[in-house]
């Protein structure tokens, strides 16, 4: 039902510099993978095959490794190294990837407004690949399109934060209607110290209904002079309905080096079998979306 996902990749990754000069930060790896590779398997989990990436200056090394290469197949072809493709081959061959360019970094908002073209008029979800999502049962989209199926309107996923880090995210507030889950009536996106309505931060997993485009159009600069989502997300609260889910899982924050080397160790740790030497991959296999 949800077919489609989108991926704003437009972002300078500044936070990263000065490895994301000339490098996309979705392209940074973790272990051996690249953060987006990461984001494209937890939506095929969700039974989503289309990925629309948005895209910006410098960015097509993620054209190019969702796409086959060839001269490399062939030479590796009948060595050992084969194995560390199969993963990315069958990603592939699942899903389609389509492409559009934003021509000015202006916010979430203008990211996700400039993908309507490749999404059309249907419910979508977005992921932001720097948030890294894990969930060993059920990948963190999955639990929310479990949760649109039955509810029909925009998701996002929340997690608490510490007191000293609000100010990095959108904030919401709501009613309370179950214990995971919130109708959303107050949203800000980085508030500034005692002004948040509570400590439950967006994190980069949406389920948005298409009616969201309108309501981007109409939504003006805001935080940081740019087009945040969450304004036009608060607009939509206002006068439907949105949800909150705090989801389960763990989720790290690679777009700074701290989250990134938390998960660099986290995956090096479940991906290395003790008392081998060499780096092994525990493959899962992806469930093909119907
Ligand atoms: C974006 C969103 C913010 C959200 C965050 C999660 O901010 O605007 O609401 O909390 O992603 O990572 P960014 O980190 O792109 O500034």
């Known amino acids: 039902?949800?077919?489609?996902?989108?991926?704003?990749?437009?972002?300078?990754?500044?936070?990263?510099?000065?490895?994301?000069?000339?490098?996309?930060?979705?392209?940074?790896?973790v272990v051996n993978k690249?953060?987006?590779?990461?984001?494209?398997?937890?939506?095929?989990?969700?039974?989503i095959n289309n990925m629309c990436i948005v895209m910006g200056r410098g960015?097509?090394?993620?054209m190019d490794h969702f796409d086959k290469n060839y001269e490399l197949e062939h030479q590796i072809s009948g060595t050992n190294k084969e194995e560390l493709l199969v993963d990315i081959r069958e990603v592939i061959d699942i899903a389609n990837f389509t492409y559009i360019r934003q021509h000015e970094i202006k916010g979430l908002g203008h990211a996700v407004l400039t993908g309507q073209e490749l999404i059309g008029d249907e419910p979508f979800a977005v992921i932001l690949s720097?948030?890294?999502?894990?969930?060993?049962r059920e990948s963190v989209l999955e639990q929310m399109v479990a949760l649109y199926k039955q509810?029909?309107?925009?998701i996002i996923a929340v997690q608490e934060?510490?007191?000293?880090?609000?100010?990095?995210?959108?904030?919401?507030?709501?009613?309370?209607?179950?214990?995971?889950?919130?109708?959303?009536?107050?949203?800000?996106?980085?508030?500034?110290?005692?002004?948040?309505?509570?400590?439950?931060?967006?994190?980069?997993?949406y389920i948005l209904t298409p009616d969201i485009f309108g309501l981007i159009e109409c939504t003006k600069l805001g935080t940081g002079g740019e087009i945040q989502?969450?304004?036009?997300?608060?607009?939509?609260?206002?006068?439907?309905?949105?949800?909150?889910y705090k989801f389960k899982g763990k989720r790290f924050d690679c777009g700074g080096v701290e989250g990134y080397v938390q998960a660099t160790n986290y995956f090096f740790e479940k991906l290395y079998l003790k008392g081998e030497k060499k780096l092994k991959l525990l493959r899962k296999p992806l469930l093909k979306a119907t």
């Open 161 to 205: 934060v510490p007191e000293d880090e609000i100010c990095k995210y959108g904030i919401i507030s709501g009613e309370m209607i179950r214990d995971d889950l919130y109708c959303v009536n107050e949203m800000i996106e980085k508030p500034e110290r005692g002004s948040a309505p509570s400590n439950l931060a967006i994190v980069g997993r």
């Open 59 to 62: 960015k097509h090394s993620i």
């Open 130 to 136: 720097d948030d890294l999502c894990v969930n060993e």
């Open 34 to 47: 690249p953060l987006i590779e990461y984001g494209v398997e937890e939506a095929i989990k969700a039974g």
């Open 229 to 244: 989502l969450t304004d036009s997300l608060l607009k939509q609260a206002r006068y439907g309905c949105v949800l909150a």
């Open 151 to 154: 509810f029909r309107c925009s």
């Open 1 to 29: 039902m949800i077919k489609k996902c989108l991926f704003p990749a437009a972002g300078y990754g500044t936070r990263f510099l000065p490895a994301t000069k000339s490098m996309p930060k979705e392209m940074m790896p």
